[in-house]
């Protein structure tokens, strides 16, 4: 049910990409979402495509285990994509009654798409590979300069950890309140919008009363540790930088130069073949 | 009316790094009437083996029947089946949701599509059987202990009219004294309804006294199923996958062992209270003969 949105989860495996320091992974996932938004021609994609094929294979993550996660976002793609083809103005292919699909919709509606895919796979690689500790961490450390101009850093790197830590607590929590309400006889699934909209006070109602609990146990615990903030705080595991980091911000380095001379390259492979 | 598992396996997160082989080739007859305890270790599969009886969770092979049909059959009704056998979770007092008692102990029926008149009377009843006062029956459940939201909990799953009752460890932390109400409750509404009752829970103590069928499930599988007696006499196997006989039958086993002459076979306090009692009064009348 609920289980089945892996977006954000953390996929428990060892592979080249699941020992990376977490910062190397926020900043190859930062770089490649701005080369997505930078490219736009089929090589470069090509290239993209190359790299994020190759980073599947590294991470040792199933493919069909990522792909589940996409489900959760067919509905905001499908409206992307209904929206590009038929609102951008051109050249008209093909018509129905007053809307018509043009040529120039057709190309934007696929960049979209793929580069929205990218996108959602590439972040989802980063969160399947990163405990979210790892990965708060990483932010922390990476935000680290923002300090001297009063951002509160640390304070916001533990409300993330706080919220990705509940991320599958309350999922797993949604799944119990359901089935205890369908063991009741509840159903979920069918009836119209409005009923099924009426059906969901029983799931929501003690759920937000648990995550309030939660939420209240939470801060007593770590009052009871005298918790007070980010100043002169130590770490238990503080991240430093191997060699295998250094390699994989080259490889990084190489995929955009790649990508910058991505129409090139795509040429030199055709010439070859 | 029974139900009847036939080599049901049970894999979480199959396909995954993650899976974990929650039940492994299990297969039980549940027939009408019966009083079941079904313990095992944390973990054990418990949890996972009720959810199967009504069909929230699907067995990754094996087959289930309620009554000859298989439950997961395309045209079987599995909003009839919840309806039959009644699941009440662990912790159920997390499920509360509506504004008052009464009006929650009301969603399972009228989940059924009764009549608002049948579905106030069932209310009334399972608030009753779960021994529930009139004065709590217009109370936020928020504000009440939490032994009561237990029974409302309870009383929400009665009122469905189930033939089969299955609690998920009822007594999961309440202190001794809620927790023998509960149970008391429980064998109380068994006897006057008459249907069919498992009791899921980790410690023997709590099931000995009421129940007439044990089943201990271990890593997944059934490891024992019998009669409570005849189970206890496997403590020794019991403490292996760590599980334990009643505290008084090692009392008794302790006391026969220094030398008085009683009986071993005894699960509860009152059985063991009896016993030596009648021990006592068999060594005044040796006595007395010589
Ligand atoms: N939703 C789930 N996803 C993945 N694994 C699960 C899930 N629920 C249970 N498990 C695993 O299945 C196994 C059996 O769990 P189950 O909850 O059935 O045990 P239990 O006997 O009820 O234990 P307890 O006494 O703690 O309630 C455990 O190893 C548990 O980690
Ligand atoms: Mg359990």
């Keep these: 049910m609920l289980r089945d949105i892996t977006l954000g989860q953390y996929y428990q495996t060892d592979s080249v990409i699941h020992r990376l320091d977490p910062r190397v992974k926020l900043v190859a996932t930062i770089a490649f979402i701005l080369s997505l938004f930078i490219f736009d021609g089929a090589a470069e994609y090509a290239i993209a495509a190359l790299f994020l094929a190759i980073m599947i294979k590294l991470s040792r993550v199933p493919f069909k285990f990522m792909v589940k996660g996409m489900k959760a976002i067919v509905f905001l793609l499908a409206i992307t994509i209904v929206f590009n083809l038929f609102l951008t103005p ?10 018509s699909i043009t040529k120039e919709g057709i190309r934007l509606a696929s960049f979209l798409t793929v580069r929205l895919s990218f996108l959602i796979i590439g972040s989802s690689i980063m969160t399947l590979t990163t405990t ?7 932010m922390e450390s990476l935000m680290k300069p923002l300090k001297k101009i009063k951002v509160p850093v640390h304070e916001i790197a533990m409300m993330m950890s706080i919220a990705l830590r509940f991320i599958p607590i309350l999922m797993e929590e949604t799944d119990k309140i359901m089935k205890a309400q369908m063991a009741r006889g509840a159903d ?28 209240n146990d939470l801060a007593m615990a770590m009052e009871a540790r005298c918790y007070r903030g980010g100043d002169h705080r130590t770490r238990m595991k503080p991240l430093c930088y191997k060699k295998r980091d250094f390699a994989a911000y080259a490889v990084i380095v190489l995929y955009l130069a790649a990508g910058a001379m991505a129409d090139r390259i795509v040429k030199m492979v055709l010439v070859l073949l | ?18 899976s974990v082989t929650a039940l492994d080739n299990v297969s039980l007859v549940i027939p009408d009437g019966q009083f079941i305890g079904l313990i095992g270790h944390t973990g054990s599969g418990k949890s996972t083996l009720v959810q199967h009886l009504n069909g929230l969770l699907k067995a990754t092979s094996g087959s289930i029947y309620f009554n000859g049909e298989d439950i997961d059959a395309e045209d079987f009704d599995k909003k009839r089946l919840r309806s039959k056998v009644g699941l009440v979770f662990q912790y159920p007092e997390y499920q509360l949701f509506e504004a008052d008692v009464f009006s929650d102990v009301c969603f399972g029926p009228k989940n059924l599509g ?22 709590y029956f217009y109370q936020s459940p928020f504000d009440l202990s939490g032994g009561q939201k237990r029974r409302v909990a309870i009383a929400g799953v ?4 189930p033939d089969v009752l299955i609690l998920d460890e009822p007594t999961a932390g309440l202190d001794p004294m809620g927790r023998d109400e509960i149970l008391e409750q429980i064998s109380k509404l068994k006897k006057e309804t008459g249907i069919t009752v498992m009791l899921v829970s980790h410690s023997m103590d709590d099931v000995a006294k009421y129940v007439d069928r044990i089943i201990v499930m271990n890593r997944g599988g059934v490891m024992l199923d019998d009669e409570p007696a005849k189970i206890f006499k496997q403590y020794e196997r019991l403490e292996e996958v760590g599980l334990a006989a009643p505290q008084v039958t090692y009392i008794m086993k302790a006391l026969h062992d220094r030398g008085y002459d009683v009986r071993l076979d005894i699960n509860t306090i009152d059985e063991a209270k009896k016993e030596i009692m009648s021990y006592f009064s068999r060594l005044a009348a040796a006595k007395r003969r010589r």
């Design chain 1, 90 to 99: 051109g050249e008209p292919v093909f018509a129905i009654w007053r809307l």
């Design chain 1, 132 to 138: 979210p500790n790892q990965l708060t961490d990483g």
């Design chain 1, 188 to 215: 979920f699934e069918s009836g119209n919008f409005i009923k099924k909209a009426k059906s969901l006070i029983p799931l929501l109602v003690p759920l937000i009363i648990s995550a309030f609990r939660r939420a």
């Design chain 2, 1 to 18: 009316m029974s139900i009847i598992l036939d080599k049901v396996s049970h894999i979480y997160e199959a396909g995954t790094t993650m």
């Design chain 2, 114 to 135: 009764l009549t608002p008149k049948e579905v106030e009377l069932r209310a009334y009843e399972a608030l009753k059987l779960a021994g529930i006062e009139d004065e």
């Design chain 2, 158 to 161: 009665l009122a469905m009219k």
